[in-house]
DNA sequence: CAATTAAGTCAGCACTATTGACGTATTCTG
DNA sequence: CAGAATACGTCAATAGTGCTGACTTAATTG
């Protein structure tokens, strides 16, 4: 037995093939296509001391205005302690006010202002002209097939929140 | 003129539409399917103490055995301080181990061991399976088109290091 | 031999995220 | 109506990942 204590640290010198039927080639297009994804608003943002959960939170808040607190760490499954610091300095900037709920007054709903509209816009400009720029490179209808499959990648228990056209969703979605 | 200040900060209450032909749809489907991707080796590397850097640093020294640590850097396009930290502590647990470069001594080339390799597999195996679900959740040809359309949103000028079959990769795509 | 390069390391800092605890205002329930 | 539950805000402490800048060692190159 030559194994050390550590284990057999004997140097593997293959590549990994498709061992198992493991798909590392869409493994790692899916890494490099959204780091370079989020690359354009990142550096966007640091012009304004922003990170990219700034960025998060403005799209979901123009995305759904109104949003509660609540129902905004549902969407971003972060603390409200990771959330905290990132929504407090969006409000002090005047990107996003805070209304307080009709129904329910302990609720504050989030709106973005006109600011906070402006940047969302200018963050997602990159982005969706990127995707574009993909579909483009590919065959005709595309554009259908790459939505089924982002949406096939989510969790099948949390697609109710993704909510590709805000305006078909009804209240009930949420509970 | 009522503005404050610090800007107009009345609420906006409408939804973003698809205002100068943004498609939020697909950025955010991108965002909930890259975070369902990550989400199941994020929670087995929580067991090892390990981070999601771990894993990147061990797919790539699998994808490609022998790699340097320069090379290395240039792929994750991070610096040297935060791959130093990571890459220690997989070799102290013997995932990876260095090798002195045979023609030039300086370069450490790494290779992981077969603890590392299982590890990588490991890992990979849930989201393999979770691409291979959302393309069966497709019509036929799918495959061809997500690999096109991810890597057409790779940076064009990034795009070499993709190598989507390291196997018939030269050595002559670095510098 | 001098300059450059590959790698490792040190100190300090920023951002995002975590857990747990606590306070306050409001609403719901028995 | 009193007490429980809820929505939100905040405090303290910690972890993981990333950054910049500076410095050392060893090896290669000119």
Redesign the interface.
């Known amino acids: 037995m030559l194994k050390e204590k550590?284990?057999?640290?004997?140097?593997?010198?293959?590549?990994?093939a498709n061992?198992?039927?493991?798909?590392?080639?869409?493994?790692?297009?899916?890494?490099?296509?959204?780091?370079?994804?989020t690359?354009d608003p990142d550096q966007m943002l640091a012009d304004y001391g922003f990170g990219r959960a700034h960025h998060?939170v403005l799209?979901f808040v123009?995305?759904?205005?109104?949003l509660t607190v609540a129902e905004l760490l549902d969407v971003l499954?972060i603390t409200k302690q990771s959330l905290a610091r990132v929504l407090k300095q969006l409000i002090d900037?005047?990107h996003i006010?805070q209304?307080q709920g009709p129904r329910d007054r302990r609720q504050r709903e989030l709106?973005?202002?006109?600011?906070?509209?402006e940047l969302?816009?200018a963050l997602?400009?990159p982005?969706?002209r990127?995707?574009?720029?993909?579909?483009m490179?590919?065959?005709g209808e595309?554009?259908k097939?790459?939505?089924?499959?982002?949406?096939?990648?989510?969790?099948p228990e949390?697609r109710v929140?993704?909510?590709?056209?805000?305006?078909h969703r009804m209240e009930e979605d949420r509970e």
């Open positions: 550590n284990g057999d640290v004997a140097p593997i010198r293959a590549a990994v061992e198992d039927g493991i798909d590392f080639t869409l493994i790692e297009l899916f890494f490099f296509a959204y780091r370079d994804f690359s998060r799209h123009n995305r759904r205005p109104g499954k900037t005047g006010v209304l709106y973005p202002t006109a600011r906070g509209r969302a816009l997602s400009r982005q969706s990127r995707i574009h720029g993909a579909l490179e590919m065959k595309g554009r097939a790459i939505e089924q499959f982002l949406k096939a990648m989510v969790n949390l929140q993704i909510d590709a056209d805000p305006l």
